[in-house]
């Protein structure tokens, strides 16, 4: 029985086991298998479309260097594509609401991202932190404010993406329990209620592919700077 909204983020165990393992890794099965075929079917043909078009758009302001880190970031979008998609089906959990999972994903990809930018061109991975022309009193300054908001992006990757998960989960649950309560007392209020219902959750749907996309978009940024 859900004691609170917020019951719902919690996550679950059978027999003192905890299973968000299994439902991070359940989701990779919902993926077909490619095949050495000559004539696909509509949804292998749908899935290499949709993963070309992604990796086109989002390799493309890069260089060479970086097009390595294409087959990661596809990975990783998919994965959060499917993961959240699969949180707004009843009965089902959403991994990506604990801020613990976000963050394991945030932190080691930003780590890396600037680990590269120091061994490959370290000179202009360090004149991020101070924009060019700067007056030479504003320098000290500037350089504390510049690594406070470097060291602050894979903590604002991780948040973004549990806040807005968690609030659009809310929000629905919110508007489902006001649906079920004015059912019985006034029918028609109840039924609009349900309408707003339906059209969040088709908005719903629009934030988890876009946060996903968000996600992987602002990693692959921070790669551009620092190859």
């Keep these: 029985m859900i004691m609170s909204f917020f019951d719902q983020f919690l996550s679950p165990s059978f027999l ?38 992604f990796i086109y758009q989002l390799m493309q302001p890069m260089n060479l260097g970086g097009h390595k880190w294409a087959i990661l970031f596809t990975a990783l979008m998919l994965f959060l594509i499917t993961i959240n998609l699969l949180g707004l089906l009843p009965y089902t959990f959403t991994p990506t609401t604990q801020l613990s999972l976000n963050m394991a994903f945030a932190l080691p990809l930003w780590f890396t991202t600037v680990l590269i930018g120091m061994l490959n061109q370290p000179t202009i991975a ?16 500037l350089i504390i404010i510049e690594t406070i908001s470097l060291f602050i992006r894979p903590l604002a990757l991780g948040v973004r993406l549990t806040a807005n ?61 620092n190859v």
Excluded: D, K
């Design 16 to 53: 003192g086991i905890p299973l968000i393992a299994l439902a991070i890794s359940i989701p990779w099965l919902l993926f077909p298998t490619p095949t050495n075929r000559w004539l696909n079917n509509r949804l292998l043909t749908l899935q290499a479309w949709f993963i070309n078009r």
């Design 126 to 141: 360090l004149g991020h932190l101070l924009p060019e022309g700067t007056p030479t009193p504003l320098v000290p300054v």
């Design 165 to 225: 998960l968690t609030a659009g989960h809310l929000l629905m649950q919110l508007i489902a329990t006001a649906a079920f309560v004015l059912l019985a007392m006034m029918p028609t209020v109840a039924l609009l209620t349900s309408l707003v219902l339906f059209l969040l959750t088709i908005l719903e749907v629009a934030v988890a592919m876009i946060q996903a996309y968000v996600f992987v978009l602002l990693l692959s940024l921070y790669l551009q700077e």
